[in-house]
């Protein structure tokens, strides 16, 4: 690896310090300059400018360190600049940095294939197809699950989030602001009920047999070609369907001919202590999508299926420009190397242990939470009016602004925004989530 890029970043002292306002001059000054030629639909959540990162603390140009519970929504899982990540990375954009893979291959796209067939769920032939993006990855699975069935229908479920293109806008629960005014949307796409412990009271049987009855009386079985599904969903506020829900589905998919597809894009790489979340509730998906996590930071993402669905699309029929790029693939490989090695399946039991638990104190003295769920390091709260199950997104927005301020980056969630998730790396110790959680606390106080 070449030496001198790692100090910069392992130089980066663990821990939280506030040493301007937040944001400070230097971002402020940015933002400025950002607002006259980035358009408005991006958005930033907190405009802190980041000038490097490591581990879980994200330092902003203006010197203040925040601990990072996002980690840039799940991306970060191992750590920011985790040090192979780098090294791999670092070596790879020194040999090769482009052929395009159906031109001439390399090695290192074959290696993630082989570690995303031997770390997805299912002991059978699998085969996968690496892309950009989340939303690429679930435009590629539903297209492959199409020419497999021959059959058009793409059934999702409520408060689902699946990406910004055409298909995946037309998948999403949420409207507004993913899709508002930027149709018209692709079509064969049908919402289902899906399953909501905290809101519904059903039993995952009754929740799948809601489900299944209404895209039998809307769509069909037999006009499925597939049902995504986010084992836990993201963007939606990380609802953890009830016990049997998703296998109910699973089962109905496999009796009905429907390819059964886990975006495990958020929920994935190692996030719940697993490397899927299909594990924790017993799925063996015919297809399962990933991104985010899988590259340490690097863009990429990929379909893994069962080799005989895969095969189904021609030859030529699959690909793109950039799908598999050599450093993306190179940061990749060091990700699935530095899980075994660390083993950092346990470090998210840790996380669940340990942020978990503070949490539901919270519970205790706050009734504006009326939800702690979650596994691993994939752990939400859901901020009610107390003695209600109605949204206060009210409170999400004070409390995420409060713990800005002192130094915490806290993501939000819901489709009425009214979710508090923590999604932190795995590197993150247990001293700087009870010094987050300390923060939190005040912020609840200050309500
Ligand atoms: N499927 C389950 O969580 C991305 C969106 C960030 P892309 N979620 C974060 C934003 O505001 O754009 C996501 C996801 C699930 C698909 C996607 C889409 O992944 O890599 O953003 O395209």
Redesign the pocket.
């Known amino acids: 690896m070449t030496d001198t890029l790692a100090p910069t970043t392992s130089a980066v002292v663990q821990e939280r310090r506030v040493v301007t306002a937040i944001p400070g001059p230097k971002s402020q000054a940015l933002h400025e300059r950002r607002l006259k030629v980035v358009p408005v639909g991006v958005t930033a959540a907190l405009p802190v400018y980041i000038e490097r990162a490591h581990g879980a603390i994200l330092v902003d140009v203006d010197g203040n360190q925040f601990i990072d519970l996002g980690a840039g929504?799940g991306v970060t899982t191992i750590g920011h600049t985790d040090d192979a990540v780098v090294a791999g990375a670092t070596e790879q954009l020194e040999k090769l940095t482009h052929t395009l893979f159906t031109i001439t291959p390399y090695e290192g796209y074959v290696r993630v294939a082989e570690y995303l067939a031997a770390h997805t769920p299912g002991d059978f032939a699998k085969k996968t197809v690496l892309v950009n993006?989340?939303?690429?990855a679930?435009e590629n699975g539903v297209k492959i699950a199409r020419k497999y069935t021959g059959r058009n229908g793409v059934a999702v479920l409520e408060h689902a989030?699946?990406?910004?293109t055409n298909l995946?806008m037309a998948m999403n629960f949420k409207a507004s602001p993913y899709s508002l005014g930027f149709g018209p949307f692709a079509g064969d796409v049908y919402r289902a009920p899906n399953s909501y412990p905290y809101h519904d009271g059903l039993s995952g049987a009754d929740a799948a047999a809601r489900t299944i009855s209404y895209l039998e009386k809307t769509v069909g079985a037999a006009d499925l070609a597939c049902l995504v599904v986010?084992p836990i969903q993201?963007?939606g506020g990380f609802q953890v369907p009830a016990d049997g829900y998703l296998p109910a589905l699973q089962a109905w998919c496999t009796a009905n001919g429907i390819v059964f597809i886990a975006?495990e894009?958020?929920s994935g790489m190692a996030r719940t202590g697993k490397y899927f979340a299909s594990e924790h509730f017993g799925l063996v998906p015919d297809m399962v999508l990933s991104?985010?996590g899988i590259a340490g930071g690097l863009p990429l993402?990929g379909v893994t299926g069962r080799a005989e669905i895969m095969d189904s699309a021609q030859p030529g029929g699959l690909g793109g420009t950039f799908g598999g790029n050599p450093v993306s693939a190179a940061a990749a490989i060091a990700v699935f190397e530095q899980i075994e090695q660390k083993n950092l399946l346990a470090e998210a039991v840790r996380i669940e242990n340990a942020l978990k638990g503070a949490l539901l104190e919270l519970q205790k003295k706050y009734p504006v939470i009326g939800d702690v769920r979650g596994i691993g390091a994939m752990i939400a709260i859901e901020l009610v009016q107390p003695g209600t199950h109605e949204p206060n997104a009210a409170a999400v927005s004070a409390i995420s602004a409060f713990a800005a301020q002192k130094g915490v980056l806290l993501l939000t969630a819901g489709t009425y925004g009214n979710v508090l998730r923590f999604l932190p790396s795995l590197a993150i110790s247990n001293e700087l989530i009870a010094e987050a959680v300390g923060v939190i606390d005040e912020a609840f106080a200050s309500l």
Not at 133 to 136: D, L
């Open positions: 929504i993006s989340g939303a690429e679930v989030y699946h990406g910004r995946t986010e993201g963007e975006d894009i958020q991104a985010k993402a």
